[in-house]
């Protein structure tokens, strides 16, 4: 197996991450200014990076914010696989306290390794890295592909790194994220390691 470069993202913000609405899976949303912005400046410092693939999600603020890679002509692949976690009856609606609370219950669980309870009327942690396994499989298998960048969702971007990194599962809150932060990693043919952790360098401009 031949090593590859992977810059792993996460999607820009959105009106629902401004005002702390539930989006998972089954929210199909834009990117807001802030997230074109963020974006733009992610593509303006990695343009140079000569991508074989560009990978994402099948949902809009994951595409949109790469699509200047895109636009390139750098062939690009979705997945439904690399999809957010199903929020379950909470998708949509404003966080409340009390779905605040659940949901601080339910990660509390999910750190103690019951990582096979899904949210109410969603998903697990287990069913969402059963979902992404085969595309990462499908990832490495392609030896041509050498230099990657993915786009995807927060709470699936910590998933998928336990799965690259063949970390417990129930600690997958240790990898912190933010909008279009930043995780370069290396495979090496057998294993991956982390050059690049949460990085928000291109972001600077918008920090206040």
């Known amino acids: 197996m031949k090593t590859k470069k992977i810059y792993l993202v996460r999607h820009g913000q959105t009106e629902y991450n401004l005002h702390g609405i539930v989006q998972g899976s089954g929210v ?3 990117l807001n200014a ?4 963020q974006a733009e400046l992610f593509f ?4 140079s990076v000569n991508f074989d693939k560009v990978y994402t999600s099948r949902l809009k603020r994951s595409i949109q914010s790469v699509q200047k890679f895109i636009d390139k002509g750098i062939p ?3 997945y439904e696989g690399l999809n957010e976690i199903d929020w379950g009856t909470r998708e949509g609606k404003k966080i409340s306290e009390e779905d605040d609370a659940y949901y601080h219950e339910l990660v509390r669980r999910w750190g103690e390794g019951e990582i096979e309870t899904p949210i109410e009327g969603g998903e697990s942690p287990v069913m969402v890295q059963n979902r992404q396994k085969p595309v990462l ?10 230099t990657i960048l993915i786009c995807m969702h927060g ?6 790194l336990s799965l690259m990194l063949n970390y417990p599962l129930k600690e997958m809150d240790k990898f912190s994220h933010t909008n279009l ?4 990693l290396t495979y090496t043919g057998s294993m991956f390691t982390i050059d690049r952790f949460c990085d928000t360098t291109h972001l600077k401009e918008m920090e206040v």
Do not use: N, P, W
């Not at 802030?34 to 912005?37: A, C, F, L, S, Y």
């Not at 303006?44 to 343009?47: I, L, P, T, V």
């Open 155 to 160: 709470r699936a971007m910590r998933i998928f």
């Open 181 to 184: 932060c930043l995780y370069e």
């Open 44 to 47: 303006d410092m990695y343009q």
């Open 34 to 37: 802030t997230g074109q912005r």
């Open 137 to 146: 499989d499908k990832i490495l298998s392609r030896e041509d592909e050498k």
């Open 28 to 30: 199909d949303s834009d």
């Open 76 to 78: 690009v692949e979705h």
